[in-house]
């Protein structure tokens, strides 16, 4: 059973960067695809970034395509956000989330992930 942990959220003003990361406990966490998601107040959970079992496919929702990177550490348990020229829009909470083993949903939805951590609050001000 893989239980996770989000930190790194905070306050930053528009422009600059947060990296944001994922501990995960259990050994099985290598065998996980990972994802990043978000939830603004009033809105539904979205997509951010996700990233395959062994690190090598990565995919990024169009919003944060080119500014936010997720990256893993296996031998640490770790999935990682690093996220460069914020914007007020990216305030949320940021959750991170393992992905159903054997599932073949889409990165994108929610649906087709199934362990959640607690989340993380990320605030852009303007």
């Known amino acids: 059973q893989v239980q996770l942990g989000e930190s790194g959220g905070g306050l930053v003003q528009a422009g600059g960067s947060l990296r944001l990361s994922c501990a995960a406990s259990?050994?099985?966490?290598?065998?996980?695809?990972m994802g990043w998601f978000r939830q603004a107040p009033g809105k539904e959970r979205e997509f951010v970034a996700a990233?395959?079992?062994?690190?090598?496919?990565?995919y990024y929702a169009d919003s944060v395509k080119g500014r936010f990177t997720i990256s893993r550490d296996n031998a640490k348990n770790t999935v990682a956000l690093q996220m460069n020229s914020l914007k007020p829009e990216d305030t949320a909470v940021y959750y991170c989330?393992?992905?159903?083993?054997?599932?073949?949903?889409?990165?994108?939805?929610?649906?087709?992930?199934?362990?959640w951590g607690q989340g993380t609050q990320v605030t852009v001000s303007s």
């Open positions: 989330a393992t992905k159903r083993e054997f599932s073949s949903g889409p990165y994108y939805s929610p649906a087709s992930y199934n362990r």
């Open positions: 990233i395959s079992w062994s690190g090598t496919s990565t």
């Open positions: 259990g050994r099985a966490f290598s065998r996980y695809d």
